[in-house]
């Protein structure tokens, strides 16, 4: 099995208290004899629009030596994720889960920023030290 991020547990508490229910630690995604693991599949039901949102979360701690090395590799297994799932579940949209104290400092650059946005990554905010979600980003 594979390890989880240090953080893992604070974003899966930090889901609960917004609302969603767990129902993958990890979620499996398998394809073409390929088996992936991605840290938390999540839903949420909306009452007012009666809908129900499915997603795939993969949580980044980004404390390395090296934030771009880093984020290059998150990115590719995000990517990878987000290819197959639209093979196998495609009714799930993939996050990627980022720490506060990350996203105010290295998510700021104009470089990541362009990283992101081309390759059109979702972007989940959490305070590992309050277990909250502290943002969405599209």
């Known amino acids: 099995m594979a390890a989880k991020d240090s953080l893992h547990f604070q974003v899966k508490n930090a889901l609960v208290k917004d609302g969603w229910t767990i129902t993958d630690d990890p979620f499996v995604i398998e394809y073409e004899g390929i088996r992936l693991k991605a840290d938390l599949g999540a839903e949420k039901i909306f ?9 795939v979360v993969e949580i980044k701690v980004f404390g390395g030596l090296s934030f771009f090395y880093e984020l290059h590799n998150a990115t590719g297994q995000y990517c990878n994720y987000r290819a197959l799932l639209g093979e196998t579940n495609p009714d799930r949209e993939i996050w990627l889960a980022v720490p ?10 104009k470089a990541t920023q362009k990283i992101i946005a081309d390759l059109k990554i979702k972007i989940l905010v959490y305070e590992p030290e309050r277990e909250v979600i502290a943002k969405w980003i599209k």
């Open 47 to 55: 009452a007012a629009e009666k809908d129900e949102c499915k997603i």
């Open 100 to 109: 506060l104290k990350i996203y105010q400092s290295e998510f700021q650059k």
